[in-house]
């Protein structure tokens, strides 16, 4: 095997705690943001997305929202970030 495996993406999802979700609209309807995916960019820095579920009820679309920049999204974007680079790091392997 080549020592040089090309990786095209990295990213976890990450369950957003109750005291830090928000709502957010799209087309008239009311989303509550439950979880972020965040990617690792080839740069090194992170891009991160959330998404949820209407208000009103449903499945509803999977539309993405931008992240607000507050301070305690950020860092839970930077924890979460960390614990899956150590979780990456002790894999053992396929199942």
């Known amino acids: 095997m080549s020592s040089e495996v090309e990786v095209s993406a990295l990213a976890v999802n990450i369950t ?3 005291e830090l979700r ?3 609209t799209r087309r ?3 989303f509550r943001l439950t ?3 965040v990617r690792l960019l080839p740069d090194g820095h992170l891009a991160a997305k ?4 209407p208000v009103e009820g449903g499945r509803g679309a999977y539309v993405s929202f931008p992240v607000p920049g507050r301070p305690e999204l950020a860092a839970l974007v930077a924890e979460a970030a960390a614990r ?3 979780l ?4 053992r392997g396929l199942g």
């Open 16 to 18: 957003i705690p109750e």
């Open 22 to 24: 928000w709502t957010d």
């Open 28 to 30: 008239g309807t009311t």
């Open 35 to 37: 979880t972020l995916n």
């Open 50 to 53: 959330a998404y949820g579920r």
């Open 84 to 86: 899956a680079g150590e």
């Open 88 to 91: 990456w790091a002790g894999h």
